[in-house]
């Protein structure tokens, strides 16, 4: 059997990947956005241009991208992740808490969301909360490497 060929779309989407690895956003977003309109209905593609668009400095728009994303996949714990980490570097601290709240209910071994919640709690004076976000957070990153 013949390998299979990737589609465009596929194309597309990996090469913003690996544009998003090497910081070329501007780039990363044309092809992300380019396999979001090869293929709607990819909740992968909406959050991975959510990303692009955090990192370039709008946030709405990857909050948007997000949103979408979960409308697409509503058991997703990578995008409410990355809303916490938007609405944290927005200091919408409650917002923030949600989301990770979320991420980590979706999936209880995600140490990313731990830490982010960690970093939300630390922030508005919930110290012990916080460590012990980071020591799962720590606990979790020692298992899964």
Avoid: W
Wanted: aromatic share 10%; glycine share 6%; net charge negative.
């Amino acid at each position: 059997m013949p390998p299979e060929i990737p589609t465009p779309a596929q194309e597309y989407y990996q090469l913003a990947l690996e544009l998003y690895r090497a910081k070329d956003y501007k780039v990363a977003k044309h092809c992300g956005e380019k396999a979001i309109a090869l293929m709607p209905k990819n909740p992968q593609a909406y959050n991975n241009l959510g990303t692009i668009l955090n990192e370039m400095g709008d946030h709405t728009g990857a909050i948007v991208c997000y949103k979408k994303a979960l409308e697409l996949k509503l058991e997703y714990p990578i995008p409410h992740n990355n809303l916490g980490a938007t609405y944290y570097e927005l200091d919408s601290h409650i917002t923030a808490i949600k989301h990770y709240l979320r991420a980590i209910e979706l999936n209880p071994e995600y140490a990313l969301a731990y830490d982010g919640l960690g970093k939300v709690y630390d922030d508005i004076g919930m110290h012990d909360e916080a460590e012990e976000c980071f020591k799962i957070a720590r606990e979790l990153s020692e298992t899964t490497t």
